[in-house]
């Protein structure tokens, strides 16, 4: 049988002074899941990534950029960032977040 998980998203990851911590909870060829812990103040600096990715808000408020329009997102809320976008994250509030990449073969 394979490894069933389950839990409490925001419980899983924990708010740490002045950084941004990361715990990744599935790793596949296709796609990956990753939570985020941001301080208030903290965050990604603008980058991109080949892949679609899917930003759901789980604690607090974030400013997320993509392709330089600014959006500012609260929990219980989400966002699609396009593959190659530019695109960056600050928290305007100490903040968790679900991050979820989907991997996709360019034809």
Known sequence: MKEIKQGNLAARITIQKNAVVSSELLRKPTGTITLFA?????????HSAPFDALVQI???????TIAAQSFRLACGEYIIMPAHDPH???????????????KTQEV
């Open 88 to 102: 960056a994250l600050e928290a305007l509030t100490p903040a968790k977040t679900l991050v979820t990449m989907v």
């Open 38 to 46: 941001f301080d208030q103040g903290q965050g990604l600096s603008e």
């Open 58 to 64: 789980l604690e607090g408020e974030m400013k997320i």
